[in-house]
């Protein structure tokens, strides 16, 4: 009897062992980057239009995006900053936002989508009426980015943000230029 036991003992010591290095075994395969799919990074910039949600007057603004990407297999982390300039008030919103989502691999262009928090500034009024400075505040950001890619290092496409806050949430459409170590 006592040598089932001593048996069964060792059986667990094992089967925790093997628990217990599992997990890093299984992080060690899906963070190393696949050999056809090196990791990627890029910096982008758009200009494009925008539109403030609760503006009193109905109007497309200019948009402007800059941001910096990083993409290690399918996950990507983007560092962005977006403005939206209402031209006939003269409102301009702005964030600075710190993004993680999901990026594809294929062949010759990239789609990518990520969400995150941001810091957001709001000044409303400006031609021809009162100006209100609201105080800086933490929003949620949205990006979505579509290129095609040519040479290897230039990509030409859409980027499109978002951003809902307390005070003035916004969104954008822009054409943007990345340039950055991409996909063949």
């Known amino acids: 009897m006592r040598a089932q036991f001593g048996g069964c003992r060792r059986i ?3 089967a925790l062992a093997g628990f ?3 997990p890093g075994r299984l992080a060690a395969q899906t963070t190393a980057p696949h050999p056809r799919h090196p990791d990627r990074f890029w910096l982008s910039a758009g200009l494009g239009f925008g539109r403030a949600a609760r503006s009193s007057v109905p109007e497309l603004g200019l948009a402007a995006t800059a941001m910096a990407s990083y993409q290690h297999g399918v996950p ?5 900053t977006a403005t939206d300039w209402g031209i006939v008030r003269g409102d301009l919103l702005t964030d600075v936002a710190l993004l993680a989502g999901v990026g594809t691999r294929l062949v010759g262009s990239h789609a990518s989508v990520a969400i995150g928090p941001a810091l957001t500034g709001s000044s409303l009024g400006g031609f021809g009426s009162h100006r209100v400075d609201y105080p800086t505040i933490l929003g ?3 990006q979505v980015q579509l290129f095609g890619i040519a040479l290897h290092s230039l990509g030409f496409g ?3 943000f978002g951003n809902l806050n307390r005070y003035q949430s916004f969104c954008g459409l822009t054409v943007a230029l990345s340039v950055g170590v991409l996909p063949p």
């Open 20 to 22: 217990c290095l599992l």
């Open 158 to 160: 859409l980027s499109g």
């Open 76 to 80: 990507i982390v983007v560092l962005r």
């Open 140 to 142: 949620a950001a949205v």
């Open 12 to 14: 667990r010591l094992i």
